[in-house]
């Protein structure tokens, strides 16, 4: 399992920029640079959505499932991320768009 930090403080499932969430889902299908890719699992504090959605384990977890779309990134096999490590950035996020893996790498 890969090692995450997320920068995204504004995520429901941030806690002290370890997720609590258990897995997430990285998309960014066709990305060539971290800018085009995003986390899917993002959801914003406080949002209607997070209300209704989702699950958190209450832990901040060190180690993460990651499930990623960016087939291009050198980190990935399979839509798995084999990364020892990432970082996800998103310092005041909104959308799971104003998120992405900064550790993107492109094979491109
Ligand atoms: S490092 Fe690469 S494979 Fe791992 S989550 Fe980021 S984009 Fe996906």
Known sequence: M???TCSATTCLYNENHLCSRGEIEVTGEQAKSPDETAC???RERGSSASN?????SGCGCEKIQIDCKAQECT???SCKCTAAAIDIAGQ???TSQDTKCGTFSCQC
């Open 52 to 56: 209704s959605t989702g699950s958190s």
């Open 2 to 4: 890969t090692i995450l």
């Open 92 to 94: 005041k996020a909104i």
């Open 40 to 42: 899917g699992s993002f």
């Open 75 to 77: 980190y990935n096999s």
